[in-house]
T-cell receptor, first 114, second 110 residues
Framework: DSGVTQTPKHLITATGQRVTLRCSPRSGDLSVYWYQQSLDQGLQFLIQYYNGEERAKGNILERFSAQQFPDLHSELNLSSLELGDSALYFC?????????????FGPGTRLTVL | GENVEQHPSTLSVQEGDSAVIKCTYSDSASNYFPWYKQELGKRPQLIIDIRSNVGEKKDQRIAVTLNKTAKHFSLHITETQPEDSAVYFCAARPGHDMRFGAGTRLTVKP
């Protein structure tokens, strides 16, 4: 157990819908990262937050947005869902901003868009 | 932006043999290079990392080497065991984000 929690574990929805994925970082970690992993694919970096502020953006679609709240939990919002958005979404946390410390991954949320 | 290429995509070795996975990166600003292991259906877990001011790092059967001039780094696993079977990802960090390679599926045959 990494100490990072993600809910829900599984999510099945239809095209065009909107969903929210939630992540709670390890106690003491200020950085939260979101990644997308499609079937048999690598990890695509989406976005990073540090202490409530957006710090880095990767390959995140305009239909996706995220935020980090004062209690440091983070949410990833996916809207106008398409079949291709089906993937495993991981959240990771680390203690620092620069990222020289280990990123601890949560168990992931498996999103299926039908 | 940073582009990380990883080879091979699949690797099969006999138990006890060594395995080598290679990655190249494009952004000379990258200064941190972690390796993650992901077992089937599980989360990625860090197995070793190296910073740009170090050329080599070893942890028991695992070692990583970094060549900054050539912009490549490698993971070496010696005396492989069946439990080493997993997907391995290299990554490079040019700034606040992290760019991962496409992964190598390692199979260790008993």
């Amino acid at each position: 157990d990494s100490g990072v929690t993600q809910t829900p574990k599984h999510l099945i929805t239809a095209t065009g819908q909107r969903v929210t994925l939630r992540c709670s970082p390890r106690s003491g970690d200020l950085s939260v990262y979101w990644y997308q992993q499609s079937l048999d694919q690598g990890l695509q970096f989406l976005i990073q937050y540090y202490n409530g502020e957006e710090r880095a953006k990767g390959n995140i679609l305009e239909r996706f947005s995220a935020q980090q709240f004062p209690d440091l939990h983070s949410e990833l919002n996916l809207s106008s869902l398409e079949l291709g958005d089906s993937a495993l979404y991981f959240c990771a946390s680390s203690v620092d901003l620069a990222g020289y410390n280990e990123q601890f991954f949560g168990p992931g949320t498996r999103l299926t868009v039908l | 932006g940073e582009n990380v290429e990883q080879h091979p995509s699949t690797l099969s070795v006999q138990e006890g043999d060594s395995a080598v996975i290679k990655c190249t990166y494009s952004d000379s600003a990258s200064n941190y290079f972690p390796w993650y292991k992901q077992e089937l259906g599980k989360r990625p877990q860090l197995i070793i990392d190296i910073r740009s001011n170090v050329g080599e790092k070893k942890d028991q059967r695992i070692a990583v080497t970094l060549n900054k001039t050539a912009k490549h780094f490698s993971l070496h696993i010696t005396e492989t065991q069946p439990e080493d079977s997993a997907v391995y990802f290299c990554a490079a960090r040019p700034g606040h984000d992290m760019r991962f390679g496409a992964g190598t599926r390692l199979t260790v045959k008993p």
